[in-house]
């Protein structure tokens, strides 16, 4: 079966808000099964609610992120994104967000990974990620540094860091945005715009799980942007379904705030899941509501990100719940 869709990243065709659904690539040996169970739940995602494209990370080792929380697996090294991408798309005609953590890698990797995946594999959105600390030096390129090289460099048709020549390249780049992450110095709003003013054309978030984080980074950043006369960025926030304890568990290791208060209304209930699914909402109608009020509001989406197979009909139940909000009965 081949599924058709001809909508781009930020459309507003259809349903609701623009959405991405976030599906993350199978471990090296697994390709062929994970691909048969994706198609059976995409398919399934395309006939119920709008996608305007499939978002697809990159899943590195990394060390636990938040104070709380655990991960039940050890890491096992996976498909690469663009390649699950290149296969995806033999069954299904939509858009593809391909993650890249662009600090792992030279410059002149960086560079040559870029022009491959646009013209080789024929993708055109790309979300730069950062490394898991700032104190840390990496090898390769900082976001920032990244988004100019696309957006500045490579879309214009020029190298930066070698003498050949390319054809121009059509990427759109995305970034990262965490709204917990609020410092007294460089705070996150402060990165955001760094990373807007280098070229970001969109943000993802970090998951959500409470409106007051996401509501305050908007105030923020809204208030920067008033002060310097510039339009706001695109940005898809991130939500996921929880069916069990140990998706909270793991949401907490990779850093997501979850209050305990939240936790427990959401645990203590009869069905885990559906409650996830009406909290999401309501945090979502809260962001939607006070973004309405901001003096430019911020173009916004949604992601839907999940935990597993297992969480896969949830996720497309929220991904169809949160994109009928504000839509006329």
Not at 30 to 52: A, D, G, P, S
Not at 100 to 109: D, T
Request: net charge negative.
């Amino acid at each position: 079966m081949f599924i058709e869709s001809n909508i781009d990243l930020f459309s507003t065709e259809g349903l609701g808000a623009p959405l991405l659904f976030e599906i993350v690539p199978p471990e090296k040996g697994k390709k062929e099964n994970r691909l048969e169970k994706h198609t059976h739940y995409l398919e399934r995602l395309f006939q119920e609610t709008t996608v305007n494209a499939l978002n697809i990370p990159e899943i590195q080792d990394e060390s636990k992120k938040g104070n709380k929380g655990k991960r039940r697996k050890p890491h096992k090294e996976r498909v690469s994104p663009r390649k699950y991408a290149a296969a995806l798309s033999e069954r299904f005609d939509t858009e593809f967000v391909i993650n890249r953590v662009v600090v792992k890698h030279s410059k002149e990797e960086q560079e040559n990974w870029l022009l491959e995946t646009n013209h080789e594999f024929g993708l055109k959105n790309v979300i730069l990620v950062g490394g898991e600390s700032s104190d840390e030096e990496y090898p390769g390129l900082s976001v920032p540094a990244g988004n100019q090289l696309a957006t500045r460099y490579l879309n214009q048709g020029r190298c930066r860091f070698s003498d050949r020549s390319a054809q121009p390249t059509d990427v759109t780049i995305g970034n990262i945005c965490i709204p917990t992450r609020r410092k007294q110095e460089f705070d996150e709003p402060e990165r955001m715009l760094k990373k807007y003013d280098a070229g970001a054309d969109f943000f993802t978030t970090q998951i959500i799980a409470e409106a007051e984080s996401p509501i305050s980074l908007l105030n923020d950043l809204s208030a920067i942007l008033e002060k310097e006369d510039k339009s706001p960025p695109f940005i898809f926030w991130s939500f996921s379904p929880i069916s069990e304890k140990k998706d909270v568990d793991f949401q907490r290791w990779l850093g997501v705030h979850i209050p305990e208060e939240i936790e427990s209304r959401i645990l203590g209930s009869r069905d885990s899941a559906s409650a996830s699914i009406e909290w999401g909402l309501s945090v979502w109608e809260k962001i939607q509501d006070f973004n309405d009020r901001l003096p430019t509001p911020f173009p916004m989406g949604i992601n839907i990100s999940i935990m597993g197979l297992r969480n896969f009909d949830h996720g497309i139940r929220l991904a169809r719940e949160l994109n009928m909000v504000g839509i006329p009965d």
